[in-house]
């Protein structure tokens, strides 16, 4: 039986409601999703395996810090440098991962230095930040939003027991950078020497990698890395990158054992 122009018109009318409503409903779905924050960086802020224990990478540390909806994706890894990571792939993989509306954090500078490894080493005001520029308008393309964060400092003290920069030029141009470019920056590298000076030439060895074997002034041990996490949270409301909202204990302590170290994918 074929409808009269009323009862299609009618027919039209009802259905329209419910179009809408998928629409909207589609639409509040993609606005709420799981925003991911992605970490490009070295082995400061890598996950650490069970064969590096009890090395940490502030990276294991920062989930800590944000709310169940706010995931991480590190992808920091050990040695490598801002070239480095792009010329083996590293950041396409994370290019290809990332979505609308998520975040990707740049820390690179400690093995950007390596003037003896040209696999590695870049010069801080020209090639260090092209290949910086590589991850902000990549991050850009997919709708993601880039941020930088200049490297955590090392445990340095001169002879007055003052806290000493290690990071040459590699900082300044990361901050020059950021402001060309209009990029939000953590300056992780002043935050941490400000920290490390509080401590001071002692208390500092309880946040390093200091261990019966190995005197390691680079690289954190839980209590660090946690630490040093808390800065980039710190930073990330500070800056608006994230609201009050995405995060949590701030102001906590964090148990040391919820550090865990699982087993290398074999």
Known sequence: MSLT??????AALAAAPLTFAATGTARATSLHRTRTLYIAGDSTAA????????????GMALPFFLRKDRSVANHAQNGRSSKSFVDEGRLDVILRAVRPGDFLLIQFGHNDAKVADPTRYTEPWTTYQECLRRYIDGARARGARPVLATSVERRK????????????EYPAAMRALAQEERVTLLDIQALSLA???????EETKKYFN?????????HFNPPGAIEVARLVARELLRTRV???QDLRRLDETIPQSWITWPQAAA
Do not use: I, S
């Not at 261990?211 to 680079?218: F, G, L, R």
């Open 5 to 10: 122009r009323r009862q299609a018109a009618m």
């Open 47 to 58: 996950q650490k395996y069970t064969d590096a224990a009890p090395e940490t990478g502030w």
């Open 157 to 168: 003290f001169d002879a007055a027991g003052k806290a000493v920069p290690t990071h040459g």
């Open 195 to 201: 920290l490390w000076q509080r401590l001071g030439v």
């Open 210 to 218: 200091w261990t019966a074997t190995e005197q390691d002034n680079t």
């Open 242 to 244: 994230l609201a009050p």
